[in-house]
T-cell receptor
Framework: DTGVSQNPRHKITKRGQNVTFRCDPI?????LYWYRQTLGQGPEFLTY????????KSRLLSDRFSAERPKGSFSTLEIQRTEQGDSAMYLC??????????????FGEGSRLTVL | AQSVTQLGSHVSVSEGALVLLRCNYS??????LFWYVQYPNQGLQLLLK??????LVKGINGFEAEFKKSETSFHLTKPSAHMSDAAEYFC??????????FGAGTRLTVKP
């Protein structure tokens, strides 16, 4: 399967712990996006990369959140000192440059985080 | 800044009935508009998109949407619902730069 892959699919953690999610985009895609989706809401933009450069970050991305894409391929999203309000589905999407212009965002199945 | 509003968080139709999911947008520039579908335990899939070509856009699985600038709407329709259409549907708007904004979603239930 050459789609967007996210791991782990589910993560349960205690408040205050750190968690890390990984996203492997479609191999030829140079853009990678992170979104957060809470129950009853649509996806909310967090950040995006073009190759290894992080070009935009949402206000939603507090200083406890950090995302990297070190070699322009896979990306990680780390949440430090998790809070119960961080419980959500974290979605990764990838596209070719200009993807947003044509709607061709390809989404992974998401990583569901539950903070106890 | 652009945004979308989806009217009705939950729509229920009978199998074979018309499906109508409503989406209104706000954008300061000519928008690009999209509908995505999310089946249970799956990622979002692009249903269709409007990118300033034809105002009536046809997508996968028999869905279509019409861009109406005067009404700032982009409603999604399907003439005859099928059980397999049960899913969450998201309308999204982009300013053609890097910022795609999603609506809150409409859950479609299809009754036999």
């Amino acid at each position: 399967d050459t789609g967007v892959s996210q791991n782990p699919r589910h993560k349960i953690t205690k408040r205050g712990q750190n968690v890390t999610f990984r996203c492997d985009p479609i191999s030829e895609h140079n853009r990678l996006y992170w979104y957060r989706q809470t129950l009853g809401q649509g996806p909310e933009f967090l950040t995006y990369f073009q190759n290894e450069a992080q070009l935009e970050k949402s206000r939603l991305l507090s200083d406890r959140f950090s995302a990297e894409r070190p070699k322009g391929s896979f990306s990680t999203l780390e949440i430090q000192r998790t809070e119960q309000g961080d419980s959500a589905m974290y979605l990764c999407a990838s596209s070719l440059e200009g993807g947003t212009n044509t709607g061709e965002l390809f989404f992974g199945e998401g990583s569901r985080l539950t903070v106890l | 800044a652009q945004s979308v509003t989806q009217l009705g968080s939950h729509v229920s139709v009978s199998e074979g009935a018309l499906v109508l999911l409503r989406c209104n947008y706000s954008s300061s520039v000519p928008p690009y508009l999209f509908w995505y579908v999310q089946y249970p335990n799956q990622g979002l899939q692009l249903l269709l998109k409007y990118t300033s070509a034809a105002t009536l856009v046809k997508g996968i699985n028999g869905f279509e949407a019409e861009f109406k600038k005067s009404e700032t709407s982009f409603h999604l329709t399907k003439p005859s619902a099928h059980m397999s259409d049960a899913a969450e549907y998201f309308c999204a708007v982009s300013d053609a730069v890097n910022d795609m904004r999603f609506g809150a979603g409409t859950r479609l239930t299809v009754k036999p």
